[in-house]
């Protein structure tokens, strides 16, 4: 990635709608060519930070720069953002290459330059063939396709991709996932995109913003999101299945030691955000593939006995539930492993690679 | 896999041997009781409906002397134009005696100004309505629908005062304006009605595509809403045609529309009642609406459909 400079700048950001606040002081900052993604569950105000990026709504307070200028007050066409929506929302009267050249029209680019321009966007998009074709008789992925042909044509500095793949079927969002992910590559644009697909988010982030209740939670790189989250909510959003969370207390000492009913799980190998933290109540969280199982799970520091209560056999690898003290807890296996509900097993992990979260604040410790 | 297809074969070969019981469409017997209920019903009512049709036509096309006779339901024995001829172009109303040709003209005048002007400035405030939210959008939209309740009578007065104080009463533009306005109402909650059920990002689409306020109207509605539109142009184009109220209160005799006209023609005290005339009249001005309805009634239905769908 071309890393220099700030692309888009959002500073302390506030929109309210009457007495509801949907954005709080909100505060982003992208680099040039960086591939952000806007993460988090509906109603968390991802779509409403982008539609303000786009100028299509006004927003309450603070500044928004792209590429440097302060285009606060400017209307969405004088941003130089190019933007794609869930429903397509292609012209439905028009033919695909009037939709692509619709803005170019309104701008009075010249025609040659119209056909140029088309011509290399159905060429990165392979929709050559489509071109006189109407939105009614194309597929879904046809039509998404155009959708970001739309903003190709207009040569802008930052793409805004808003839900883009959630009407699509299973097969065809992974596929053009990958697409936009060698859009991206080929581009090199700032791309911001939402969603609340954490698959999604991990595969085509360069760093995500996890969102909630009109606030970014964290933003950081997919792996450090994934694996030290910040919070508690952050740790549970992420990751399918879900984090196992343990509610107990920590007891200082050396080691400090993690209690939760009879389970005790020396913290000696965890990573404390901050030394000297005391003790008092707090959540255990531990990713169902960090577990380890079977005749391996006597070297890790942590070794419990439990029994299968259920097995989930997910293809390529197989989620097995069963209970730590009085709590479900799930663990991942090969699919090659057949067990069966009610075997005895031997479960351990490392708890280096586990997250603890203080239970009043919900953040990480 | 194989396995699988020969056990599954072997159960279904034996069903298939069992030629009785149901198979293929289900069958449907024509003179079911539901079936002679319905049509039956059906009958009737077209029949309701239609009598008096036959008798106008029947009538229209008899000379007097045989309509003496009294038998209406009789087809002509002898079949005339004559009535047609003079109700067109002789019949006398007040003190013009050229027929109702001098009303069609006057009503055709004050028509299709009516419906153009009425339905450009509603479906512009439709739009403005259901995509440009502005401030006291819902308070407008509030007044303007209560607008739609307050009967008719009850302004008839003001109106006249108004129209002579801007020196248009009696003249066909002054009914014009007069049916532009009282058509807003309606015409603007059906247009709003519309434009909402669109979907939103279709607009913010174009918003990004740097279309402004007529430009999405022109470019990217006008052309999805012809559904509306048509809608839009039968409720006028019967509503204003059929109006009688309105043309007589706030035109001359010279300038009377056709219902006014035919009112004069039929009601007209003196002298012998020409009910042939009479009947050729009355189908003559209900003619328009008529054909308006033949030529457009699927895309009619269609767009009362499209448009109620979503409030």
């Given amino acids: ?365 | 896999m194989s396995d699988h297809a020969i056990s599954l074969a072997a159960p279904h070969a034996a069903i298939r041997a069992d030629a009785s019981g149901p198979s293929g469409p289900k069958p449907r017997h024509v003179f079911s009781r539901r079936n002679i209920f319905l049509y039956g019903t059906l009958v009737v009512v077209a029949l309701y409906y239609l009598l008096p049709l036959y008798v106008m036509v029947v009538t229209s096309l008899k000379g007097m002397p045989e309509i003496r006779l009294g038998n209406i339901f009789s087809p002509p024995l002898e079949i005339t134009f004559e009535p047609w001829v003079k109700a067109w172009s002789q019949a006398c109303t007040g003190l013009n005696c050229d027929g109702l040709s001098r009303g069609f003209w006057n009503s055709v005048r004050i028509t299709v100004p009516s419906v153009i002007l009425s339905i450009a400035i509603a479906s512009v405030n439709g739009y403005a309505l259901a995509n440009w939210r502005f401030k006291g959008a819902d308070t407008f939209f509030i007044i303007l629908i209560v607008g739609a309740f307050i009967p008719y009578q009850v302004m008839i007065y003001p109106i006249v005062i108004i129209l002579r104080e801007i020196g248009l009463y009696g003249s066909l533009s002054g009914l014009v304006i007069v049916h532009s306005i009282f058509g807003m109402p309606i015409l603007t909650l059906l247009f709003r009605n519309y434009f909402t059920s669109m979907p939103e990002e279709l607009f913010r689409a174009a918003r990004v595509d740097g279309a402004g306020f007529w430009g999405i109207y022109l470019r990217i509605m006008l052309p999805m809403s012809l559904p509306i539109f048509v809608v839009a142009v039968i409720l006028q184009v019967t509503g204003i045609w059929n109006d009688f109220l309105f043309g007589v209160v706030y035109t001359r005799p010279d300038t009377y529309p056709m219902t006014v006209q035919l009112n004069n023609i039929v009601n007209s005290v003196q002298g012998v009642k020409e009910y042939n005339v009479n009947m050729a009249a009355t189908i003559l001005t209900g003619l328009v609406p008529l054909v308006v309805y033949f030529i457009s009634g699927k895309l009619f239905v269609r767009g009362i459909a499209a448009g109620a769908v979503k409030g």
């Fill in chain 1, 1 to 365: 990635m071309a890393a220099n400079g700030t692309s888009v700048s959002i500073q302390d950001l506030s929109l309210n709608f009457g007495a509801v606040s949907v954005l709080q002081t909100l505060n982003l900052d992208v680099a040039e060519g960086e591939f952000i993604v806007l993460l988090g569950p509906s109603g968390c105000g991802k779509s409403t930070l982008l539609n303000c990026i786009a100028g299509l709504l006004d927003i309450s307070e603070g500044r928004i720069f792209i590429k440097g200028k302060n285009v606060t007050w400017e209307e969405p066409k004088d941003r130089g953002i190019g933007m794609v929506f869930q429903s397509y929302a292609l012209y439905p009267q028009m033919t695909v290459e009037k939709n692509l050249s619709f803005g170019l029209r309104v701008a009075g680019v010249a025609k040659d330059d119209i056909a140029k321009r088309i011509a290399r966007a159905a060429e990165i998009l392979q929709i050559e063939p489509l071109l006189q074709r109407k939105p009614a008789a194309l597929s879904g992925g046809q039509r998404q396709r155009v959708a970001i042909g739309r903003a190709l044509v207009r040569d802008v500095d930052v793409f805004l991709f808003d839900e883009p793949l959630s009407n699509l079927d299973a097969k065809l969002r992974s596929e053009l996932r990958v697409e936009i992910k060698l859009l991206h590559r080929k581009l090199q644009n700032t791309m911001i995109y939402v969603t609340h697909d954490q698959i999604e988010a991990m595969t085509l982030a360069d760093r995500i913003a996890v969102m909630k209740g009109g606030v970014i939670q964290q933003l950081d790189a997919p792996q450090t999101i994934y694996n030290r989250p910040v919070n508690r909510f952050v740790a549970g959003f992420l990751g399918s299945p879900a984090m196992n969370f343990i509610e107990g207390q920590m007891e200082t000492g050396t080691p400090a030691v993690f209690k939760a009913g009879d389970l005790a799980i020396p913290l000696d190998r965890y990573d404390f955000e901050s030394a000297g933290k005391g003790g008092g109540p707090c959540v255990f969280g531990i990713r169902p593939e960090h577990v380890i199982f079977g005749e391996a799970a006597n070297s890790m520091p942590f070794v419990t006995d439990a029994t299968v209560e259920i097995v989930e056999p997910m293809g390529s690898d197989t989620l097995v539930w069963t209970k730590l003290g009085d709590r479900n807890f799930s663990f991942r296996v090969e699919a090659e492993k057949t067990l069966r509900n009610g075997d005895p097993i031997r479960i351990g992990f490392d708890p280096a690679r586990a997250s603890l979260f203080d239970t009043p604040s919900g953040n990480r410790m």
